[in-house]
């Protein structure tokens, strides 16, 4: 299948002339970074222009060494991640980048098997994304995986027990230690937290946590809550923050009583 045929005709998104004449969007002036990382070069290309045409302010690499220099030298606001690259693969590029950043990452993959959708969260990419895909859809999950990183809770720091959540900064600690939280698992947190003493199907919180592509694979849901155990220091047998209700779901009954 040709990159061409990934594209749906779309109207682009209304712009207005600059003083040069040039034409930009109303987000020009704070335009998102993209970094792409595939090894692609014609949908580079494409995803290039076309995500220019939504604000996104966009630069692609096709080697992994190349993305990792960029990512450090100048941080994007979200990486889309290929999981096949040469040399190294998307699934370890996506570990090295969360050994010291936590920038959202949207993984694309032309092997859609659940077990690579998995491996993917597990590592700590925030949402997937099977090829062929239409743009279109690429720039909605872009969109909701960052409007997920700005709130419009009124309240933006909450405290459970030992356990302190900040939406401002996304950022979570556990008797003032930070944890090494993803987008994916942040949120998750917050959802269970902010319902707390609340029992959570995984329909709800699938429906609740919209960005991340569960692909009506539910057990997803059990990959994040296990790995928010293990950060936690949560023993699901004796849990002291997140209790399974079996045949049900999850709830959060951190904080000294359920």
Known sequence: MSVASWVTPIEAPPATLGASGQAMTDRAQTRTKV??????????????????TFGFSVRAFGHPEDGLRAL?????????????????????????????????????????????RIVGLELGADDYLSKPFEPRELVARLQAVL????????????????????????????????????????????????????????????????????????????????????KLGDDPKQPAHIRTVRGTGYSFIGGGDE
């Open 147 to 230: 409007r997920r990183g700005s709130p419009s809770e009124p309240e933006d720091r909450v405290k459970v027990g030992a356990l302190e959540l900040n939406w401002t900064t996304r950022s979570a600690s556990l008797e003032g230690r930070p944890l090494p939280l993803t987008g994916a698992e942040f949120d998750l947190l917050g959802l269970l937290v902010r319902n707390r003493g609340r029992v959570l199907s995984r329909d709800r919180i699938m429906d609740e946590t919209r960005g991340v592509d569960w692909e009506a694979y539910d057990r997803s849901v059990d990959v994040l809550i296990s790995r928010l155990r293990q």
């Open 72 to 116: 450090k030298a100048d941080p994007p606001d979200i990486m889309v991640l290929d999981v096949m690259l040469p040399g190294m693969d998307g699934f370890a590029v996506c570990r090295k980048v969360r050994e010291t950043s936590r920038v959202p990452i949207v993984m694309l993959t032309a092997r859609g098997e659940v077990p690579d």
């Open 35 to 52: 970094l792409i990382l595939d090894d692609d070069e014609k949908l580079n290309a494409l995803l290039t222009e076309y995500l220019g």
